[in-house]
């Protein structure tokens, strides 16, 4: 083992994964723009591909990093339909605070 | 038995006709309804026939009856109960299908004439065919259950046929009124059925009267109840007291009809389940009596009714409520050869008076009100000697058919002791109210001057005036067979005897009395309504309260809607209407929205809207989750496991 290539431990990397996913949870509740909830959902997508990769590299299992294609994948479309919608929610209501878009409240 | 009569047909034939004119009668031309309509109750009538040529020995070789179908598959197969699907021939069951099948036909034939300018033509033949499906489906039934299938179904075609012209409130209230009248007497019927099955373990006739013939002691009790039963459900039917209030009011039907349902067929029902169930009664004296003196009682109460009335078609409703009681006496002193036989004859006249009565309804254009008619002799030749006959017939005069099987009821209720003679007196009392008020009908429809000279009448088409002319040879020559010879083929059904008497020429003499009160109705209908026709309103002044009485028909209508209509109304509008079905029923239904709406509001506050809040819902629940998951419990709290075992029970 020379000390250019030392493994990082295993729980580094979770502890990050678990940081991030709740930074994103974080942000979800507490912003109040919409764009800035979308990247927050990001966030928790990637934090999971995060923890996705390392166990796939520590396993040797390539089943994980399948995963995360598909989650990226997911992820894409999802940016789409999302980004769509919250172009249309602007256009017909000219703001994007989460708070003031509550049409289905009786 | 040699061959097969195929008596299944008897009744699919029709049934088939219903089908037709029913389903595609509206999108078929007229002939073809027509056709359709005319050839299912004469192919039914051939099939009768040739069975009857069998019984008789014409041509062929005699068969023996009874004479019995039934359908292999069974019917009615629960635990113990076995019933059969299945028809008897038998000689009563014959005669019954001759008359229905043969008059059946005949007025088929007159409706073509009378029925050709009105709406729903096809509706009719169709219902007119439903009719007689039912009819010698309850004539040929094997056992009682199969008897109520056709019992129902006459009376389903007769609401239709009441109510034919729905668009008038009166038919539609009169089918009404027939159909729940008629379900009072069913329900006496239905519980005669239960009670047979009780008692019996069979609905089988033949194996009933095995039953009784086996045990002669057994008398009374059950079997009374049984028999009352069976009478309250065919006084329904057959119009008696007291439930026959619907047959005047079903005269809002097509004239055929009439004649076909509400006179000569249908309201006989009564008469030949009595005949068929004779056995039951036959054990029961008391019963017998019950029937002996409902008929009695009704024979007179609706002649007099009869007496005033001014509907040419309700004199003769309530004529045929009068006949229908005289064959109920006649039941009722065990004479039920006597009673089938005038239910022949009276098939024959009745129909005849009532088809005359609309060939002149039609010829004067729809007019009803006796008042209103008057010299029509000239005009309506055929149907003034035709209905001549059938009042001839009817008043019991010689030697025209009613004369013989009248005489044979009053000379065998004359047989049964004092309490026959006074039977009797009754019936020759309510034999000079007939012939009164036959010929005052006849008198006030063909006699003296026109009372509407507007009017132009015409004779009917040969269509209706055909069956009237066989109708009119039957009522003069139906009788003729007499009542030994129709006995004596009647016995193996109906097994009853009539006992001579010792006196002699008692029946000769009890005949020469019957026509003699015959001769004063005629006589007294003659000076009152032909000599000097202001006679009669003199009278009716002279006896102001006696004449209300009968025109308003002793006010059996009005006490029974102020004793049973009424009290039963309000019943249902205020006991079950109000307080069960609001009260008791919406009230539940308004607890069960109460709870919803009122939990609604509540759990409404949980959809805020608000986005953020969902989302913290959200994460609160995967943190209890991973809360649940994550923390060792059994160790942080050692009893969890059994509590958690405790609660899913395991």
Known sequence: ?106 | MNGTFNIWLIPLLPFAGFMLNGILGSRMPKWLVTTVALLAPLAAFGVVVNAARSVFGIGVSTSSLPYIETCPMGWINIGALHIDFSFVLDQLSLVMLLVITGVGFLIHIYSVGYMSHEEGYARYFAFLNLFLFFMTVLVLAGNVLLMFVGWEGVGLASYLLIGFYFQKDSAANAGKKAFIVNRIGDFGFLIGIFLLLANFGTLTFSEIAAKLTASPAWQGGVLTTIALCLLFGATGKSAQLPLYIWLPDAMEGPTPVSALIHAATMVTAGVYMIARTHVLFDHSPFALGVVAIVGAATALFAATIALVQNDIKRVLAYSTISQLGYMFLGCGVAAYSAAIFHLVTHAFFKALLFLAAGSIIHAIGGEQDLRKMGGLRKHLPVTFWTMTAAVLAIAGFFPFAGFFSKDAILYAAYLRGPGGIALWFVGLVTALLTSFYMFRLWYMTFFGESRSPEIHPHESPWSMLGPLVILALLSIGGGWIGIERFAAYLWPSVGERVADSTIPHLELNLSIAAVVVALIGWFIADRLYREKPAHAAQMAEALPGAYKLLANKYYVDEIYGATVVKPLLGFSKYALGWVVDVGLLGGFAWLLGGIALFSGAILQRWQSGNLRSYAAWLAAGAAAVLLFVLVPWTTVWPDSMQLILKVTGR
Request: proline fraction near 1%; charged fraction near 10%.
């Open chain 1, 1 to 106: 083992m020379n000390l250019f290539y030392q493994e990082v431990p295993l729980a580094w990397y979770l502890l990050l994964s678990a940081v991030l996913f709740s930074l994103g949870v974080l942000g979800f509740l507490i912003k109040r723009n919409l764009i800035t909830v979308f990247m927050s959902i990001e966030l928790m997508l990637n934090a999971v591909n995060l923890s996705f990769v390392t166990f796939a590299h520590q396993w040797h299992a390539v089943k994980g990093q399948i995963f995360v294609f598909f989650v990226m994948m997911v992820a894409a479309a999802e940016a789409a339909v999302g980004l769509a919608i919250i172009i249309a929610v602007f256009r017909a209501r000219a703001t994007l605070a989460v708070d003031r878009i509550d049409l289905m409240k009786l």
